[in-house]
């Protein structure tokens, strides 16, 4: 059991990058690639399993760590683990790309080599990004995601595929220009990439002030662009609306709200602390601003882009409240948000494959024809609108009860606004496509509903929003475990440890309640 | 230290002239309409063996031969070894490109060898007549193969604007070796960089390290002397660019950095500054030009006009960091920048039937295998992670970083930023889906043959061994740039140096 412990991350990293090889070799016949891509995932999915099955809840300090040196000069280290607070992204990575590659089974009718091989890249890239604790390793994954994603949007873009993908790419890549130049400069003050090693010397003082603050802002703007943070989202539509649906499920969140917490946080509490309350604010405007564009949007990607900016915007208030109930909250939120923006991507890109077309004014009344689509679309859109019972509801509770009660009321009131706003704009788009009068396309084109692999991929996401509503604490445990913001003040710590945990539980507690 | 003989020395040399003479001499006998392929394979055999002596050079002691002219050491085996590999994947590629019935296919290959041969002894010459002897062998052969396609009007254009500009560039070179000759009394690197200091006319010394300098700029195609590149490297046959566009400037680089750090390391302060500015303007006039370009030469000899410039911030870096640096780059980009040149070559062919970047619109649909390598050759000339270019760029800027440079480093790597803009807009249009038009004559599929396979896989696999494990290749660039090290203590920095990687409270802020 040690040596799998010991090499299981490594294992979760390789299997994806030997199904690219795979693929890559094997000849592009029929469906061959899809299914070599659909069991590698699934062989990886079982694996990360294993890491919840055997992670010790409440022991301090990473798990399942492998720390080998990778090159002498400069000392990179090949050093990966998980902790409470990364252990359950990579799981919902594992559970994302056998159903990504189910969401890509019948709109990827050309190439299908290419496709598969650099979709299970990206899947390598974002294991490695989750479990890297080296920055240069983690660096060179981050660098890495990039290129399978812009690729796949040119190729399999609808509309104008290069230039959104052109876009994305220089949206992320110009900002790690600057993180290079900081983690250089911390190698170059300290001699280790090690983030342990690292979070340990910046704690101590031993570097200058003023360098750390350009450093953590290096760090943040690079991360802001991923989540997106207003007002850096410009890539957010257009790529949302040009990527397959199995990419666009990935595009945007996690990588990026992952890296705030663990590496600008992380690494730089007292600078971020300087400069929470302008993220607060910013991640405010990001809910309403995205809310409200997306209550005038015409064509469902867009719409859905705009969505989830207001969404992860929720998750950065999270974040910068710098608390531990708020922490909790955004890390169950980040998985909130992976499982429903999974599901709505699946059944927006079921009904674009059916009609042809991602104009919301062209649908209306399918919800006779296509009852299935329209049922798991209406619970989809619940779960995302944080209806009690389903899982968003725990993670928004969350966040906007530690805003409220330790943060600022104004601003908990402010994004409290956002999440009515988000009750609009989605039930208003379940009505403009499944009620009223059918419209003509959807008279005039025959379509099927749910076809099995549809089913096979939307039944285990809506599976787990209702689980993940109603019995929050399998997760919240580990999690609030192995998160730590920095303490608010000095004297504040201590006293504020024993009721967070008791809130936390009461909600859940409340929850079980209710069923 | 004299008990090798002088001949081992330089045995590559020997070796490649050899390979061309004997080249020379099949072509002239060889009844007209028989196939010159052969002719290709024996150059490239030579070349192999040139690569396999100068690895055998390891196994001497480092020292000088023929009165101390030419130097054997880590150094100088690192960059032959680099130069034959770019000459090998350069011959492999013109065998299978190069049309079947050109008359002078003898010549080409004899030709491609006999810069090998200048390339190879500018890297092992520590005397400066030598030097200027050895530039001019590889300069002129290069000249003739810019102009090789005689027919078009471009190429005797390139050929005249090299071969100006750069017998300009020469008589640079030329006149600072005279002056600093008049000033110390010496052509010998080492017996220079030991009287430098005390010169009597120490305006003299500056003068020549300013000549000297703008001759290399110019080699090495530095801003603001950059200008013959782009037209050069339209008008030259793609296997030649792919040759030109890497040997010659990594021979320079490894001239120039044997100048600074060897020749003039007092005056660090002097030329620190001057490289500082160079790398600087070379990275940003090349990326902001390249961003304009259509035609797909122009747009990659801009880029290397750039990589010049990411090169040189390397030489911000302190000593041995720097050079260590340096030499690792100039191998991570040759890999790559050969590679795409093959590729572009068997997709345009010799005569360039599409020179523009919308040419290759859909190539991946069109040819999976070369639209792929096309991107993935891009991918490692924007520096992404896990492809030699990144760990080229990450050593540059490491020893920017450290040497203190932090805007350099800043400034590089924004620039890669924006570099990324004219390689990503290539790479996604080749991997855009093609539109169906009629009007489009659709190109036929490149034929892929097995010297140009062998070529892409040689390509391929540096970049990627340099990209994932680079130890080996980075491991012989520390002992190359200790070998260059002269043992003399006015190296006043490398102290400090390790100071600054092992403790956190070195005092020097860098901002």
């Known amino acids: 059991m040690d040596a799998i412990n010991h090499s299981i991350l490594t294992l979760i990293l390789l299997v994806p990058l030997a199904g690219a090889i795979l693929i890559a070799i094997l000849p592009d016949r029929g469906k061959l690639p899809n299914w070599i891509a659909l069991i590698t995932s699934l062989v990886t999915f079982a694996l990360t399993l294993h890491l919840p099955a ?122 790690s220009a600057p993180l290079l130049v900081a983690i250089l400069w911390l190698y170059a003050r300290t001699g280790t990439f090690n983030f342990i090693a690292l979070q340990s010397l910046i704690a101590n003082g031993s570097l200058p002030a003023i360098a750390l603050s350009w450093c953590s802002l290096a760090f943040l703007v690079a991360f802001a662009v991923k989540v997106p943070i207003f007002p850096l989202h410009g890539w957010l539509a257009s790529a949302y609306s040009e990527a397959p649906v199995a990419l666009a499920m990935v595009i945007a969140g996690k990588l990026g709200l992952y890296s705030l917490l663990r590496f600008q946080v992380g690494l730089f509490p007292v ?44 998750i950065v208030l999270a974040i910068y409240g710098l608390t531990l109930t708020g922490w909790t909250g955004a890390v169950y939120q980040i998985l909130n948000d992976g499982v429903v923006e999974g599901a709505i991507f699946l059944l927006l890109g079921a009904l674009e494959n059916r009609y042809a077309t991602s104009a919301i004014g062209e649908y209306g009344g399918l919800a006779a024809k296509l009852p299935r689509t329209a049922s798991f679309f209406v619970i989809t859109a619940l779960a995302m609108v944080g209806l009690p019972m389903l899982n968003s509801f725990v993670g928004e509770f969350l966040i906007l009860s530690s805003t409220f009660t330790e943060v600022n009321r104004g601003w908990a009131v402010a994004a409290t606004l956002g999440v009515i706003l988000s009750a609009a704009y989605m039930l208003w788009l379940v009505q403009r496509l499944f009620y009223g009068q059918p419209s003509t396309m959807a008279g005039r084109v025959a379509a099927r509903d749910l076809r099995f692999h549809e089913l096979a991929a939307l039944v285990p996401l809506a599976v787990l929003m209702l689980v993940m509503g109603l019995a929050p604490t399998l997760w919240l445990r580990t999690i609030q475990a192995g998160v730590h913001p920095p303490a608010q003040k000095e004297s504040a710590v201590l006293p504020q440890t024993v009721p967070l945990h008791a809130s936390v539980l009461a909600v859940s507690s409340r929850e079980e309640g209710q069923r | 230290m004299t008990t090798v003989p002088s001949v081992y020395r330089i045995l590559p040399e020997v070796i490649l002239t050899l390979t061309g003479v004997i080249i020379m001499l099949a072509e002239a006998s060889l009844p007209p309409r028989r196939s010159r392929t052969v002719l290709g394979w024996v150059a490239a055999a030579g070349t192999t063996l040139a690569l396999w002596a100068s690895l055998w050079q390891f196994s001497l002691p480092p020292g000088t031969g023929y009165f101390g002219t030419v130097e054997t050491n880590s150094f100088t085996i690192f960059f032959h070894v680099l130069i034959c590999g770019i000459v090998l994947v350069a011959l492999l590629l ?386 190359a740039s200790n070998d260059l090290q002269p043992p003399m203590p006015q190296m006043q920095i490398s102290a400090p140096v390790s100071a600054a990687v092992h403790m956190p409270q070195s005092p020097a802020p860098p901002r």
């Open chain 2, 94 to 479: 013109s065998i299978d490109t190069l049309p079947k019935d050109s008359h002078h296919q003898g010549e080409f290959y004899a030709l491609i060898v006999f810069g090998a041969v200048g390339m190879c002894l500018l890297t092992s010459a520590v005397e400066l007549l030598l030097v200027f002897v050895a530039l001019e062998i590889s300069s002129i052969s290069t000249y003739v193969l810019a102009g090789y396609r005689k027919h078009t009007g471009r190429g005797p254009e390139a050929a005249i604007k090299y071969f100006l500009l750069g017998s300009f560039a020469t008589a640079f070179l030329l006149y600072g070796i005279a002056l600093i000759f008049g000033a110390t009394g010496t052509t010998s690197i080492y017996k220079i960089a030991h009287l430098a200091a005390t010169a009597p006319n120490h305006l003299f010394v500056l003068a020549a390290l300013a000549m000297m300098l703008v001759g290399i700029f110019f080699k090495v195609s530095a801003a603001p002397f950059h200008v013959w590149t782009p037209d050069v490297y339209e008008g030259a046959p793609s296997p030649v660019v792919a040759l030109m566009s890497t040997a010659p400037k990594v021979a320079a680089f490894a001239f120039l950095l044997r100048i600074v750090y060897e020749m003039f390391p007092m005056l660090h302060s002097t030329w620190a500054p001057l490289l500082w500015i160079v790398a600087v303007v070379s990275m940003t006039v090349g990326n902001l030009a390249a961003l304009r370009q259509r035609d797909v030469k122009r747009m990659l000899a801009y880029s290397s006009i750039a990589h010049a410039g990411y090169l040189l911030a390397a030489f911000a870096g302190i000593g041995a960091i720097g050079i260590a640096a340096a030499s690792f780059y100039t191998a991570a980009y040759a890999a790559m920048n050969v590679g795409i040149f093959a590729v572009v070559t068997l997709v345009g062919g010799y005569n360039e039937e599409l020179p523009m970047i919308d040419n290759y619109r859909g190539l991946i649909y069109r040819s999976p295998l070369l639209g792929s390598l096309l991107i993935f050759f891009l991918i490692s000339l924007t520096g992404i992670p896990f492809t030699s270019g990144f760990f080229g760029k990450f050593y540059a800027f490491t020893a920017a970083v450290q040497g203190g440079a932090v805007i350099l480093a800043l400034i590089g790597l924004l620039n890669s930023g924006l570099a990324a803009g004219y390689y990503l807009r290539f790479a996604l249009v080749a991997a855009q889906r093609p539109q169906p038009n009629p009007d489009e004559v659709v190109p036929p599929k490149p034929q892929i043959g097995v010297a140009v396979g062998a070529a892409l896989l040689l390509a391929v696999a540096s970049t990627l061994i340099m990209g994932i494990i680079p130890n080996t290749v980075l491991r012989v660039a520390q002992s």
């Open chain 1, 271 to 314: 600078q971020a602390r300087a400069i929470a309350p302008l993220l607060i604010a910013l991640a405010v405007i990001g809910i309403l601003y995205g809310a409200c564009m997306a209550l005038v949007q015409r064509d469902f990607w867009r719409l859905i882009a705009f969505a989830a900016l207001s969404l992860f915007s929720m």
């Open chain 1, 54 to 175: 055997h992670f010790v809840a409440g022991r301090p300090g990473f798990q399942f760590q492998v720390n080998i040196p990778w090159i002498q000069n400069p000392a990179i280290f090949y050093h990966v683990g998980v902790d409470g607070l990364s252990m359950w992204l990579v799981v919902l990575a594992g559970i994302l790309a056998p159903i990504g590659v189910l969401a890509s089974w019948n709109p990827i009718k050309e190439r299908r080599k290419i496709y598969y091989s650099l979709f299970m890249v990206q899947q390598t890239s974002m294991f490695g990004v989750f479990i890297a604790l080296d920055l240069m390793l983690y660096y060179g994954f981050w660098e890495l995601s990039l290129v399978p994603m812009a690729v796949l949007i040119a190729m399999y873009g609808r509309k104008d595929g290069p230039k959104a993908a052109l876009r994305f790419f220089l949206y992320t890549f110009i900002p």
